[in-house]
């Protein structure tokens, strides 16, 4: 997003962070932009020293970001300092606030900032404010090559965390129903105690299906975590929206997602994947299996044409711009 908005504007964006591998991975991609990063102290106003840097950097009449719910505790100040250069307050709101245990705070903060740039309406939906704009996140459109799938063995493909509420064990629900013509394999890591506690119950549920039809592996290269799978399962009813989803689009990959969340603002149902109703994925297993060859290139298609369109980086950059900067009357 920020190398699109310095190629539409040069010189116009910049960043201040707490990650020294962002600020370098920032400073390889845009060496024209200027990347900071913040030392903050040890306990105590962590969050107020980050926002302070900031807008002391941050030329008068400028945008000020924000992108982390832990800062939003500081828009009071922040709000009122702003109107002293005459800068806007906005808050890239990519998490859910109904996973948050201070949404009811978040709720009330987020009444003061200039406009709120939301990944789905799902998220935008969940703020107290008229001044939200969704805007898909941009991603790489190149064509891939084309697909087919082996209607015998049609594997369904879990990637990214593993964690207990990304629901992993939905997918082999879905499986459980499609009898012996479906596989699941589940690629990603385990986060944290609770992480590991889960992926132990993943590997036991994985064992108890048997044979090759459900497998756990770890976490490989993104550029390869697609490789093999015909249709992408996302079981989180709470997504904010879903870059796996969208990487399965791009690369002709139907998503197969819950009636809940941002993940279904994704998909248009039976046209380029499915969505099943949250707590009954098996449903869809009939669906399916009764697709033919051509069934499965013509979503496969469509889903590639729809991502293409929406994840498309120069347009949705414009939009990115136009959110931030909009009035409340826009």
């Known amino acids: 997003m920020a ?8 010189n116009r964006v910049s960043l201040v962070g707490t990650s020294g591998a962002l600020v370098d991975e920032w400073r ?3 060496p024209d932009c200027p990347a900071e990063t913040v030392r903050l102290p040890p306990r105590f106003l962590r969050e107020l020293s980050l926002v ?7 030329p008068r009449g400028s945008a000020l970001v924000l992108f982390e719910f832990r800062l ?11 109107r002293v250069k005459g800068m806007r307050v906005v808050v890239d709101v990519h998490d859910s606030p109904e996973e948050s245990s201070r949404r009811a705070l978040i709720a009330q903060l987020l009444r003061l900032v200039d406009s709120a740039v939301c990944v789905s309406s799902y998220i935008a939906e969940q703020l107290p404010t008229t001044r939200t704009h969704v805007v898909f996140r941009p991603m790489d459109t190149a064509s891939p090559a084309e697909r087919t799938v082996d209607l015998d063995r049609i594997v369904v493909g879990v990637i990214g965390q593993i964690a207990r509420h990304k629901r992993v064990e939905a997918a082999f629900k879905l499986i459980s ?3 012996n013509r479906m596989s699941c394999v589940v690629r990603g890591a385990s986060s944290g105690v609770d992480g590991e506690n889960y992926l132990a119950e993943v590997n036991a549920a994985a064992v108890e299906i048997g044979g090759r039809r459900a497998m756990v592996e770890p976490a490989v290269e ?8 015909d249709v992408l399962f996302a079981g989180n009813p709470m997504e904010p929206s879903s ?3 969208a990487e399965a689009q791009m690369r002709g990959i139907p998503a197969v997602v819950p009636d809940r969340g941002g993940a279904q603002e994704f998909i248009k149902d039976r046209v380029t994947g499915f969505v099943y109703p949250v707590d009954d994925p098996g449903s869809i297993a009939t669906d399916l299996l009764g697709m033919s060859s051509q069934d499965w290139e013509t979503m496969s298609r469509r889903a590639r044409a729809w991502a293409a369109s929406e994840f498309d980086r120069d347009s949705q950059v414009a939009k990115y711009v136009n959110a931030v ?4 009357s826009d």
């Open 243 to 245: 870059r796996a989803v």
């Open 28 to 30: 390889r991609a845009l």
């Open 222 to 229: 993104p550029a390869h975590a697609l490789d093999g799978i």
């Open 52 to 58: 302070l840097a900031a807008w002391r950097r941050a």
């Open 325 to 328: 900067w909009a009035r409340a």
């Open 3 to 10: 190398s699109g908005i310095h190629d539409r504007t040069p």
């Open 72 to 82: 939003i505790v500081t828009l009071p100040l922040l709000v009122m300092l702003a």
């Open 177 to 179: 129903a499609g009898e």
